[in-house]
């Protein structure tokens, strides 16, 4: 060390940038590992289900396979928007071991601000002559914006004066918030020409594109994904890449780790909390509001209480996750997402039409969340909690 | 003129009177310890300068500027540390993202990050060998000494320490004491909270001891080593 002081920090250096490299991928490598493992368990499930029930009914077993792409897509699409959403609730649990449960509202706010954009451009003529693409980026970001903005503003008045109370109260502030929320926008809406219902006007974004066609007998069975979907799905995948770069890879990301694991030692190092806090809820609450733009978009209306059971579905998927862990909220989503896809699609074809698929799909699939928290209460991805000293 | 001073310092958890008027100074190249039992304020003290704690009354001024307003992350700026107690590594960074969290409001890019880096592992070279472990995984006294490197990063000028030999073996003790000690000579301003009295006492220039939030005895080190009633209730001699 003496001789040479210089080669054994650059040693260091070139040590961090393959870590931040390492910690950039690899969460991103984990959930595709996640998603097409849960691919992969939850389609041999189907088939050896399929298989058993095909003595009494043989067309069975070939529409279940033959539907199983299209069920995947479905679930990967249901899986990111959770994912999106989790993430929201993920990050201000890690800071503030705080459940913001009007969460799902700034998601819906998201979708009502895409709504008013669409709005706005079609009453003046945009909507026709704007590509879908550039579409798209706008209502996003507006939705972002003000997703996002509204997070800190309620972070600001409804918890930071709450800081040092018991740990209900803030809870307890966070259903009003909601709310609040909620009413807040149903009056706008409905003294706008948005109306309850509001529709969210789109460009055409052309026709479902054909993956494939399975043949089926004497009909065909068409592997179908939209071109929404595949937006979805894309938007999805590029804020999670950059929210990782930033948690992982810069200097405000190590604060935010910093704080959410000790915040009074990380306020000893400089770390300025409030702000921190504040650009969390940002953070959160602006992929909530791309979640509810994406959301509107592929459903076609939003109106002021839609986010209440995404909320509720992301916030599980979240805690299947492992909360307050940011790999594990997105992996939590993508599971709850195809478990979800696959049990409203696959439940009532092998219950011989008894159960809808559709209705009983969030009962399936708490169940098995309540299973698989009885066996890892900490989460897919969860660190078991260690008493702090 | 005193480096750092607090006069008449009177903090409160809730309502639970913890500081009863404390007053002390430290000069410019001391160590200067905080002795006392368990609860007599001590590590209070130390959150009170370091701005974890805003007393309600009363005074600390370092370099003659007025402090007791300012919240912790503006304090540190003005060249205050902490180690704290229990020395709260952050358990899932690595170690040298905890020294760079010590760093954060340097550009780690520069020469002088650099050098700070260097001089850490030459005061800890077991740090270096954990570089890229995560801080919850190392031992008692590696953590310790992180505490110590990663406060050193912020570029002090007084140092607090708060019980750094707390669950530590003896050989380690010493270890860190030598260390303390090697760093005040090479200039830094130390202020040690210790409930391992003796050790503390026979590195420090002087010393303060505490009892229910107020200071009782305020000496030289080497007066208060023999001080029988130090003696008997702190240093455990007979």
Known sequence: MAGEPNASVRNVGQQRTVEIIRMVLLPLVQLALFIVGSAVVLGLIIVVVAFLLSRSDPMLFQTALAILPQVMIDGVVRGFLFATIALGYTMVYGVLEFINFAHGEIFMVGGFVGAGVGYLMQQIGLLTILPPLLFVLITVLAGMTVSGLLAMTTERIAYRPLRGAPRLVPLISAIGMSLVLQDLVRLIATSTPLGFNARFETPDFGQAIKLAEIPLGERSMPVMISPKAIIFITVAVLMLIALNYLVNATRLGKAIRATAQDMSTASLMGVNVNQIIALTFLIGGALGGAAGVLFGLNIGTVNPYMGFIPGIKAFTAAVLGGIGNITGAMVGGIVLGFLEAFVSSYLSMFTGGKFSGASYADIAAFSILILILIFRPSGLLGEAVTQKV | ?238
């Not at chain 2, 310092?9 to 001391?30: D, P, W």
């Not at chain 2, 170690?95 to 030459?122: C, I, K």
């Open chain 2, 1 to 238: 003129m005193a480096l750092l001073e607090l006069q008449n310092i009177h903090t409160y958890y809730g309502k639970i009177h913890a500081l009863k008027g404390v007053s002390l100074t430290v000069n410019q190249g001391e160590i200067v310890t905080l002795i006392g039992a368990n609860g007599a304020g001590k590590s209070t003290t130390l959150r009170t300068i370091s701005g974890l704690l805003t007393p309600r009354t009363g005074e600390v001024r370092f370099k003659d500027q007025r402090i007791d307003k300012q919240p912790a992350h503006e304090i540190v700026k003005l060249g205050i540390a902490q180690s704290p107690e229990g020395r709260r590594i952050f358990p899932r960074l690595t170690v040298l993202e905890n020294l760079e969290m010590g760093a954060y409001l340097h550009d780690t890019r520069s020469q002088s990050y650099w050098d700070d880096l260097e001089r850490v592992f030459g005061l800890f070279p077991r740090l270096r060998e954990r570089v890229a472990q995560k801080g919850g995984t190392l031992s008692g006294g590696e953590q310790q000494m992180l505490a110590i490197g990663r406060a050193l990063m912020t570029r002090p000028q007084v140092l607090l320490l708060d019980e750094p030999s707390m669950g530590l073996a003896p050989v380690l003790v010493e270890q860190i004491f030598a260390i303390i000690q090697m760093i005040n000579t090479q200039g830094m301003t130390v202020l040690l909270v210790e409930q391992n009295a003796l050790q503390a006492l026979n590195i420090a220039h002087r010393g303060y001891v505490l009892q229910s939030g107020e200071v009782v005895l305020a000496d030289s080190a080497k007066a208060l080593r023999e001080n029988e009633a130090v003696q008997e209730k702190y240093l455990g001699l007979e």
